[in-house]
């Protein structure tokens, strides 16, 4: 939307237009500035000197213009002083200081004012529209221009009448509902701009309408007022050939014509550094960078998109750097850097927070502003209708009889469009399954990459819970044949006091095998069930034993990775729970993924060498009334309040990348919630603690 | 002869006692057992001249089987008690550091007290 507006703001270039090279200017008026005396005329020279050089050497612009207001205030010259500040004003504007600019020209027009020199009020009056447009205030711009456009009429300056013209078009252009109104004037401004053979004007109103038909997704119109503006634009080094070039490229990428849109669009750019434009630059990187990502070219893209990011960040121009974000995100996640995506993401969220705080109290006063608006509209009308009644009248037979040749013609075109438009919406369409079909396939691998991650975790731990009891297996079983063996020999000798000792002892160890037998088979057990795939059944299932049980698991994982990781455990688990009726493999990702997690910072902290810092991990269930409560609790740093509630985000980490996929709080959250029907909150006091409560209902 | 076992595994005491079942009966050898490494590091406190052969897990909940080695190398020097470490890991890593911090040997659970026997000159 704020593409649109951009270009209203360049018909303040207007009031320049050069005939001759602008060498050629400069130097003539230098070798006045040389010779003149402190007066008026050295007023009047200082101030178009900067009016020439504001797009090639705007520093030289501004103290020319400076220097200007300056001579005028001795002198007493109060058209000179007012005109010295409008281009003062040029300079802050070209620079993106709205503040500077707004002050410039406020007094640049209370000065204006005071010598009532109409055509400089109707002027700046304009420009202070166009830069509230910039800004998105809408009433305020459409306000000022009208107020510009009414003195305009009155002195019958054309130049003011087109231009206000066309910010009301663009103002109109900017909400869809009445973009078609926005058209009206545009077209409405053509004649008169063709009338007064002016090429930034025409330059910037075909940019205008190109865009705006673009918008309107009639690409056909919109190509052949892009083609128009760069054939009038010469390829002069101005501000609007920048504009002309950078959104014709995107016109043609639109239409899959990506050679012919990078070469524009580079062009774009490398005018815009040579004029040294900073925020254009940005805009121009930004057009180019869309332009690449559209047609694939994902290195091309980044790199543009990354010279684009500092330039606009140092330029502060939000919407557009939002657009960059979006499209460094959006090309992070093609090349599956998903924590490079999530970055630019939540730099895209932050900016949009920023942008949106703006755009709420714009959305309120647009409300108002529809009222107004037609207000106003009538109040345009009555200006302009009188003149064009008479006129109408005379065009009136002439129109009659070209209508019918013309309606044929524009009734074909219309079907023509038509029908392209329809053959790329099925196109789009294809290309939107597809995008789905990918994401989805994208979607079913991330999972399954985080239930492998956390199965890694696991075999280590596994390994050492095996062995254990596989170590007790071997070797009772082992004694007990030793035992026996010296039982028969102690029946042989007929001490049975001894050999029933033996016997209790055997009978003892036999038990012992029994016991690690069924711990090393549960291991195993639970093994596959963490691996396994596909549906999962709910069974009645003992959640303290599996709490613990992960637990340690959780526990030898890490301590396998990182023997020098330690932390007190403590447990407290309520006997009175019983069974519950729960997914058992499902459930113990989510105790695993939790109790790591709280590992994992309990290590951190521990790291920090916080004298009398314990890290502990605390997990404990609880029976309610009608549900169950599971906790698990750590004394690491807690969640920082800007990340709070983004941790059940897929993909949000804050583990170092390659170290966490982001998925596991994610996956946890949807198992509680989706699959169980229950809850899963987090609390946390920074510096202190964090505890993740879990609460299953219960029939 | 006195043996420091150490490990969280209770049923190790039992193994431990049935395994050495003679020589304990023969009276040549006394077994010490402690759960953890703090523990095993409290019984080196009281009784750190009458402790001939320590053997730990290293795995252990709080400190662990390595840091205990490390302490009880750097603590106890005179003479340095003999640490075997007993473990159900039995990868490279694990072998290296427990060499690096002076273990004088190395046996991997399952334990194959055969071999541990011969180890132990019993």
């Known amino acids: 939307m704020l593409k649109f507006r951009i270009l209203a703001w360049i018909m303040i270039l207007l009031i320049c237009s050069d005939s001759f090279s602008q060498a050629k200017i400069i130097d003539s008026f230098n070798a ?57 004003g040029m300079f802050y504007f070209y620079n993106g200081n709205n503040v500077e600019t707004l002050d410039n020209w406020l007094k640049s027009l209370e000065l204006f004012k005071s010598i009532n020199d109409k055509a400089g009020i109707s002027n700046i009056l304009g420009n202070i529209g166009a830069l509230y447009d910039r800004q998105g205030d809408d009433e305020k711009s459409m306000q000022y221009s009208l107020q510009s456009l009414q003195i305009a009429e009155e002195i019958g300056d054309k130049m003011r009448i087109a231009t206000t013209l066309q910010n009301i078009g663009n103002t109109y252009g900017r909400k869809i509902s009445t973009s078609r109104k926005g058209l009206e004037y545009l077209l409405r401004a053509i004649p008169i701009s063709e009338e007064l053979k002016d090429q930034d004007l025409y330059v910037t109103l075909y940019t205008n309408l190109g865009e705006a038909y673009s918008k309107m997704n009639k690409l056909d ?97 939000k919407e557009e750097l939002k657009d960059t974000y979006q499209g460094l995100s959006k090309i992070y996640e093609r090349k599956k850097d998903y924590p490079n995506a999530f970055h630019y993401q939540n730099l895209l969220l932050a900016i949009k927070d920023s942008i949106y705080n703006i755009e709420t109290s714009k959305t309120v006063s647009n409300l108002q502003l529809d009222y107004t608006l037609s207000k106003k509209e009538s109040q345009i009308s009555l200006l302009t209708k009188n003149k064009e009644l008479d006129d109408l009248q005379l065009k009136r037979q002439k129109i009659t009889n070209i209508a019918f040749g013309v309606g044929f013609v524009l009734i074909m075109l219309f079907a023509f469009v038509l029908y392209r438009n329809y053959q790329q919406k ?217 990340v709070m509630e983004k941790i059940f985000q897929p993909f949000f980490t804050t583990k170092p990348t390659g170290e966490g996929t982001g998925l596991g709080l994610s996956m946890s959250y949807d198992i509680i919630t989706k699959g169980h029907g229950g809850t899963i909150q987090a609390t946390t006091k920074e510096g202190e603690y964090a505890e993740f409560c879990i609460e299953l209902p219960i029939k | 002869m006195k043996f420091l076992v150490v490990d969280d595994e209770l049923d190790v005491q039992t193994l431990f006692r049935q395994r050495f079942r003679k020589e304990i009966r023969d009276g040549g050898v006394d077994f010490v057992f402690a759960n953890s490494g703090e523990q095993a590091l409290a019984y080196m406190n009281e009784h750190h001249h009458e402790a001939v052969l320590i053997l730990s897990d290293i795995n252990m909940p709080g400190m662990s089987g390595l840091e205990l080695l490390g302490k009880i190398k750097q603590q106890y020097t005179a003479p340095t008690p003999k640490v075997m470490m007993l473990t159900a890991y039995g990868d490279a890593e694990n072998y290296n550091q427990a060499m690096k911090l002076g273990a004088d040997d190395f046996l991997t659970k399952p334990v194959d007290f055969t071999l541990l026997r011969e180890k132990l000159m019993l």
Do not use: C
């Not at chain 1, 007023?43 to 000197?49: H, S």
């Not at chain 1, 020319?64 to 500040?85: D, H, I, P, R, Y």
């Not at chain 1, 990506?258 to 040579?274: C, G, N, P, T």
């Not at chain 1, 609880?622 to 800007?642: A, M, Q, T, W």
């Open chain 1, 426 to 642: 099925q196109k789009a369409n294809e290309v939107l399954e597809h995008t789905l079909t990918d994401l989805k396939s994208t979607q079913t691998q991330l999972i399954h990459s985080e239930k492998m991650a956390s199965l890694g975790e696991l075999t280590a731990g596994i390994a050492h819970e095996i062995q254990n009891p596989l170590n007790f297996v071997n070797n009772f079983s082992d004694l007990n044949r030793e035992l026996l063996a010296e039982m028969l020999e102690e029946i042989d000798k007929g001490n049975l006091q001894d050999a029933k000792d033996i016997a209790a002892d055997v009978m003892d160890n036999e038990t012992k095998i029994n016991h690690h037998g069924k711990r090393a088979d549960s291991i195993v057990k639970g093994m596959l069930q963490h691996s396994r795939t596909g549906a999962a059944v709910k069974e009645p299932t003992d959640i303290n034993a599996l709490a613990d049980e992960y637990l340690r698991l959780g526990f030898h994982g890490l301590r396998a990775k990182d023997n020098s990781f330690n932390t007190n455990m403590i447990t407290d688990y309520d006997n009175s729970i019983g069974l519950v009726n729960l997914v058992p493999q499902d459930m113990a990702r989510v105790l695993l993924n939790l109790i790591t997690n709280a590992f994992y910072v309990v290590g951190e902290k521990k790291k920090e060498n916080i004298p009398g810092y314990e890290p502990s991990v605390t997990v404990s269930t609880k029976k309610l009334d009608d549900k169950i409560e599971i906790r698990v609790r750590d004394n690491g740093n807690g969640i920082p309040p800007s």
């Open chain 1, 32 to 88: 006045v500035l040389v010779k003149s005396k402190e007066d008026t005329n050295k007023v009047n020279t200082l101030v178009a000197l900067s009016k020439a050089t504001r797009g090639s050497t705007p520093a030289e612009a501004l103290l020319s213009a400076t220097k200007a207001m300056k001579l005028a205030q001795q002198l007493k010259f109060v058209k000179g002083e007012a005109n010295a500040l409008k281009y003062i």
């Open chain 1, 221 to 317: 119109s919109a190509l052949f007022y892009f083609q128009k503006g760069i054939k009038a634009s010469r390829n002069s080094e101005e501000l609007t050939t920048i504009y002309i070039y950078n959104y014709a490229g995107k016109g043609y990428a639109k239409t899959g014509k990506f050679d012919l849109a990078i070469s524009y669009q580079k062009r774009s750019v490398e005018l815009a550094k040579k004029l040294d434009a900073n925020m254009d630059i940005g805009k121009s990187l930004l057009g180019l960078g869309d332009t690449y990502f559209a047609n694939n070219n994902i290195p091309a893209s980044l790199a543009t998109y990354k010279e684009a990011e500092i330039i606009l960040k140092n330029a502060g121009a």
